[in-house]
């Protein structure tokens, strides 16, 4: 049976919109993978959503003064806009608070109490006397016991990584009233006992060795080395799907324990609304044949490369486990965190204001935080698309289209004789080509892009070595040659920029009447003769616009760039 490819990207918190680190975590890797394996003809689902489950939401929803039902359906469809304004083709979408995550989490929950890996422990829980409530581990700031980072939360620390329980703060204080009159107040909760499971997943992780990305690897294996240990699940209180079992039902499910069945959840959701799709069965509990590329932060290792798949196996049935872990480290701001509340940083709702989805989607992989954090800022975006972007492709493209109409009108002028410079041209692009495909398919996207920027400057520099505007004064039929390669480039360039920039392929290719995004697999000679003589084109307006100094200075400042 031919293997399907199922795709997850991590799922976005909905307080608030998602800012230009999310998209470059995440999101934007998968849906490039996504659209890559579609062209070439592969079976993909590709699975997002709002993670819309705890306290952080209940208190954003009562400072908007709107109900908790309310906040989520307002920030779920606010990023669902946001996202489609990207171009994110997600296959299905949806948010952790729908019946069929309830019911996959049930189904998981009950399999892993019946096969021993649920236990009940009394336990001191961060209590605020001050905002009279018991306080979710995300509620509890302070400083990190590890690295001594000041802004540490009571589940875990985004510095080091390294995950928390609340009472291990050093100065630990109420992130809702900042109040410092915390106390620990006894409680019942449960527990999934990881540890039952250190040797199952000690050696499982092992066998993703040099497959999964290496941050994902070494994060996992020096987690697994300091020792699994039993971890809540369950929490006093309000929203959230409630416990399913007898003594527990005023407590509601933690919400990193359903969020991560949301996949399979949103993927039944997706399946029971069309009888056209699927069975999500097909996708989840067909591990032989289904490939599960995970796209994550750093900041998500510990639950996707061990909590979640051991909940998967201590339920015993045959879920499809992740079989590419894909984290990469994060994007930072020129000047300091990307901060809502300090008014730093690009927001997406913001991002999608200034310029096209399309320039955004090109800067964020070409700079992608693989191994190490990058930083954004103005003066590398506006380098990138005004040389990348503008002088590289732009130019390419105006040349070679206005030259056309200018000698022989809007339709494809003959191919005649071929020389050493096409033979040049072809064997340069079949190795550019084949090179970018490797790195697509191995999700090394920032080598993928410098790959795509160099097949777009093989184009620039057969142009500048032919000459066609002189061969046209001596030789006609030269230039024609020239000129229909010239053309054909264009095409190639649109199916090839087709994964990361889909709405400025879609117009390259609608140049000539096409959308065809079908991953080129011939000879460069013969994707060369894709366009006939004698067919139609369009001379385009130009497809990008230069960013000046001036419009790059207003968006330092307004963006708060290096405050």
Known sequence: MRKKYLITSALTYINGAPHIGHLAGAMLNADIYARFLRAKGEDVLFVGGTDVHGTKMEVAAAEEGITYKEYIKKYHDLHTKIYEGFNLSFDAYGNTDSEENKEMTYRIFEGLDKNGYISSKTTKRPFCADDNQFLADSQVGGTCPYCGYEKARGDQCEHC????????????????????????????????????????????VESKKGIWSDIAYTTAKKWLKEGLQPRGITRDIKNGFPVPKAGYDDKVFYCWFDAPIGYIGITKEWADKDPKNRHWEDWWLNPENVWHTEFIGKDNIPFHSIIFPAMLFGSKEPWTQVSFLKATSWLNFAGGKISKSEHRGVFLDDALTEFPADYWRYWIPANSPESDDSVFSFESFTATVNKDLNDVLGNFINRVTKMTVKDFGTTVPALGELTENEKELYDELDRLIKQYTNHMEAIEFRKALADLREIWVSGNNYIAKTEPWKAVKVDKARAATILNTGLNLIHLFGVLSAPVMPAKAAEMLSLFGKQDFAWPTDKAEDLLKTLKEGDSFTAPEPLFQKITPERKEELKIKYKEGV
């Not at 100065?171 to 019942?188: A, D, L, V």
Request: glycine share 2%; hydrophobic share 30%; no cysteine.
């Open 161 to 204: 990584t390294k995950l928390l329980e609340p009472e291990e703060l050093k100065n630990p204080y109420s992130t809702i009233s900042g109040s410092h009159n915390i106390i620990f107040k006894e409680t019942q909760n449960l527990f999934i006992d990881l540890d039952k499971m250190q040797s199952q997943i000690d050696s499982w």
